[in-house]
């Protein structure tokens, strides 16, 4: 059964720090990973995603790689802003895009 | 506006009682899907549907119905609340190949069963 572990849970750095956000998974037969952002009381926004044959995605000032190998996923945000402020989520697709598998998530805060 | 709408958006139930958590979806997605998220468990899959007439269980699928006669909407059932079934569930609707791919969530149903 395939597993996906976030840490750290929690995290609070200063603006303008740049961070990185791990992910874990125990099975490497991935189709894909992605990366969401949850606000609080709302639902989910979709960051990125890296195909199974992929390295890395970049948006703006995330980027995401994959080592399927090592099972292991991270995140990095660059120059981080309280609007940053949310959590994070991690998902595997095992087999496509019909449903996933997802991590606890690490709820991240940015102070002023 | 184009996405997946949810209703309602709270609910509170007594124990026994049954009903149905609404999910409608207007991108013409094949797949949607069900979760609930409980405190330190991130998001289970409850059920989820390849198409119209197509669907399967997932993680989580004991007390929980589903069925999809349209592509549009996928509404998930609860035949019997229980309070262990007091989460927040979300409904997913999604679509892909390795070019063109793409997920969107509504924005869920608080249930409290009491």
């Known amino acids: 059964k395939q597993e996906v572990t976030q840490i750290p849970a929690a995290l609070s750095v200063p603006e303008g720090e740049n961070l990185v956000l791990n992910c874990s998974f125990t099975?490497?037969?991935?189709?894909?990973l992605q990366w969401f952002r949850q606000d609080p009381g709302k639902g989910l926004t979709s960051l990125l995603l890296i195909q199974s044959s992929q390295r890395e995605q970049t948006s703006g000032r995330l980027n995401a790689s994959l080592d399927k190998s090592s099972g292991r996923s991270t995140l990095y945000i660059a120059a981080s802003q309280p609007g940053d402020s949310a959590t994070y989520l991690c998902?595997?697709?095992?087999?496509?895009?019909?449903?996933?598998?997802f991590g606890t998530g690490t709820r991240l805060l940015v102070s002023p | 506006n184009a996405g997946v709408t949810q209703t309602p958006k709270f609910q509170v139930l007594k124990t026994g009682q049954s009903m149905t958590l609404q999910c409608a979806q207007d991108m013409n997605h094949e797949y949607m899907s069900w979760y609930r998220q409980d405190p330190g468990m991130g998001l289970r899959l409850i059920h989820y549907?390849?198409?119209?007439?197509?669907?399967d269980q997932g993680e989580v699928p004991n007390g929980y119905n589903v069925s999809r006669s349209t592509t549009e909407d996928f509404p998930l059932r609860l035949l019997s609340a229980a309070p262990s079934q007091t989460s927040v569930y979300f409904c997913a609707s999604s679509y892909g190949d390795r070019d063109y791919y793409g997920y969107t969530f509504g924005s869920g149903t608080r249930l409290t069963v009491v």
């Open positions: 099975d490497s037969a991935i189709y894909n």
């Open positions: 998902a595997i697709s095992p087999t496509g895009f019909q449903k996933l598998v």
């Open positions: 549907s390849v198409g119209a007439g197509i669907t």
